[in-house]
């Protein structure tokens, strides 16, 4: 099997070519061949036994898509996008890159399709913000999206193009709208959402961090580890299973603010849950106030989708991947 990763360097591809690596599989079909495009060149993987290719290539720009599909993957997982407070800050790359690159890499397989009957096997990461109020506390799956940001616009077009493309016949293709990602390691990024991983992942580490958000916001959250199996399941489930509706809600763990330092304080004490500051920020409450605060998930969890039953378990994933079980 050849694997195309789109936004390979970001955290969750890094973390999905680390298992595949590691592993040798996608589930457990064997991986023959990965190449791996970003923004930025991806770190060519020193566990991966075999063939890999890397790319630092604009999504955006027309001449992409076609190049990155010239050794005919089997299977592309396209995760590179603009996260939501980039995406709402600068309106134009935010559609560049989340809208017209997704466009340009869908018609370049549509063009190999209609030429000679290619037709991989194509992941979309998409996102919970393709929802927007008034909403219900728990969204099922028959709950139509409304997106109030332009990210979630932006992903919610590409659920649709997605849908297209398959029912044509030019690619296999599924989305997955993913929680909100926590806890992220490294740096923040732009994400409106990047308080969700910092007031834990800053305490954990015996750092200050900044709470821009009531105690009282609920959101609904998965590890990356949470990421890295939906992204696997989904590349390798059977699609006759899932029927005509591509796009599935995955599974996650619902949370306030208050019950996720609830759970720092269960697992590292109250020294870490002191190092948290509230800041109120109106710009980043205007833009997650917007957000589902849960889901019912049927259908993915009927499907064999995964994620993780508690905010401690999530805090726990972490301190197991990212800081070698020690807090």
């Known amino acids: 099997m050849h694997v195309l990763i789109i936004g390979a360097a970001g955290m969750i591809g890094r973390k999905l070519v680390g298992a595949i690596s590691r592993n040798g599989k996608l589930g457990a079909k064997a991986v023959a061949a ?3 495009a ?26 992409t898509a076609p190049q990155l599909l010239s050794g005919r993957p089997d299977v592309i997982v396209h995760l590179a996008a603009i996260v ?18 997704t466009r340009y890499m869908f018609d370049a397989v549509r063009h190999l399709a209609q030429a000679d009957g290619y037709c991989p096997r194509l992941i979309f990461a998409s ?3 393709v929802f927007g109020a008034p909403m219900p506390d728990l969204i099922d799956d028959e709950f139509l999206p409304a997106p109030m940001t332009s990210y979630g616009t932006q992903k919610a077009i590409g659920e649709l193009l997605l849908q297209d493309y398959t029912r044509r016949g ?20 732009k994400a409106a959402s990047g308080f969700f991983s910092g007031i834990l992942r800053e305490p954990l580490n015996g750092q200050p961090a900044v709470l821009p958000v009531p105690d009282t916001v609920r959101h609904w959250h998965a590890s990356p580890r949470a990421a890295v199996g939906f992204l696997t399941h989904a590349a390798t489930i059977d699609l ?23 759970a720092l304080r269960s697992v590292a004490g109250d020294r870490a849950v002191a190092l948290i500051k509230r800041q109120p920020d109106p710009d980043i409450m ?12 049927q259908r993915a969890v009927a499907l064999g ?13 972490y301190i197991d991947d990212e800081m070698g079980g020690a807090a």
């Not at 995964?306 to 401690?312: D, H, K, P, T, Y």
Request: glycine share 8%; proline share 7%.
């Open 84 to 101: 939501s407070g980039e995406a709402e800050q600068d309106f134009d790359k935010g559609y560049r890159i989340n809208l017209d690159g």
């Open 286 to 297: 205007k833009i997650v106030e917007t957000w589902p605060r849960g889901f019912t998930a």
């Open 34 to 36: 990965l190449t791996l």
């Open 305 to 317: 989708f995964q994620a993780e039953r508690s905010f401690e378990e999530i805090i726990r994933v």
């Open 127 to 129: 996102s919970i913000a």
């Open 38 to 63: 970003d923004a930025i060149e991806p770190e060519v993987p020193a566990e991966f036994a075999g063939s890999v290719k890397t790319i630092a290539a604009d999504i955006s720009d027309p001449v």
């Open 170 to 189: 030019f690619f296999d293709g599924l989305a997955i709208r993913l929680p909100t990602i926590c806890i992220r390691p490294g740096a923040p990024n």
């Open 240 to 262: 006759e299973r899932v029927g005509h509706r591509r796009v599935l809600n995955m599974p996650g763990v619902s949370a306030t603010v208050a019950e996720q330092i609830e």
